[in-house]
């Protein structure tokens, strides 16, 4: 099974340039718990940097937005699977 990626814009620190990254998010949860850098590239310049205390926190939103929606979406699955009152009493 594939390690599962988050993908994510960054601006080239050389042209300002904004293209996309992508980080296993394994790499990026253990990077912020731990403090270590993370190293960004940007393929304009073909540009390495460690993440700015900005782009960490850009990061970390995103992690918790990811988070948010797969609760969310296990909740959903969850509720779909649970009979509703008004499904039960039809039966009867």
């Known amino acids: 099974m594939p390690e599962p990626i988050l993908k994510f814009p960054v601006t080239c620190p050389n ?14 949860a253990h990077a ?4 270590k850098g993370i ?3 940007s ?15 850009q990061l970390r ?3 918790r937005m990811l988070k948010l929606e ?3 979406f296990q909740e959903q699955a969850h ?4 009979p509703r009152a008004s499904q039960s009493l039809e039966r009867v």
């Not at 340039?17 to 790499?27: K, Q, T, Y």
């Not at 912020?32 to 403090?35: A, E, M, P």
């Not at 509720?79 to 649970?82: E, G, Q």
């Open 39 to 41: 190293r960004l590239h």
């Open 61 to 63: 939103k995103s992690l």
């Open 15 to 28: 042209c300002a340039l904004e293209s996309v990254a992508d980080l296993s998010i394994a790499l990026i």
């Open 70 to 72: 797969t609760h969310t």
């Open 79 to 82: 509720a779909d699977k649970t």
């Open 43 to 57: 393929a304009c310049h073909d540009h390495y940097w460690t993440a700015t205390h900005v782009e960490r926190e």
């Open 32 to 35: 912020l718990l731990t403090g």
